[in-house]
């Protein structure tokens, strides 16, 4: 029966780990997403940083993309930025295989 418990945390330890390691890439796929859009804006400097932030932070609102999406949208729209919802899907998607390759080069 111990074998089973052990076998047992083992898959809840792996479980969390594999969590929270997405939890990090979605954010750092979320940074990256934000400076793209920050520079599309016309920003500059420690604008683009403080704006990367507001990205990562508007993920938290609701589970999924559709809270950074409209985030990003709205703020396009306010600075008449010409950028769509496709572009924005595909510059997450695209930030999200390199915040994967990022974490993959820190740990090698």
């Known amino acids: 029966m111990a074998d089973f418990n052990d076998r047992q ?13 997405q939890f990090k ?10 400076e793209w859009a920050a520079a599309k804006m016309g920003k500059s400097g420690d604008e683009i940083a403080a704006y990367a932030k507001e990205v990562v932070e508007a993920d938290f609102e609701e589970a999924g993309d ?12 306010a600075t008449n930025t010409d950028v769509d919802d496709t572009a924005i899907r595909a510059a997450l998607e ?15």
């Open 9 to 21: 945390k083992a898959f809840e330890n792996k479980f969390a780990r594999d969590a929270e390691l």
């Open 25 to 34: 890439v979605t954010a750092r796929r979320n940074r990256l997403v934000g």
């Open 66 to 77: 559709e809270d950074v999406i409209r985030k990003l949208l709205g703020d396009f729209e």
């Open 94 to 108: 695209e930030n999200m295989d390199e915040a994967r390759r990022q974490f993959i080069e820190e740990d090698e």
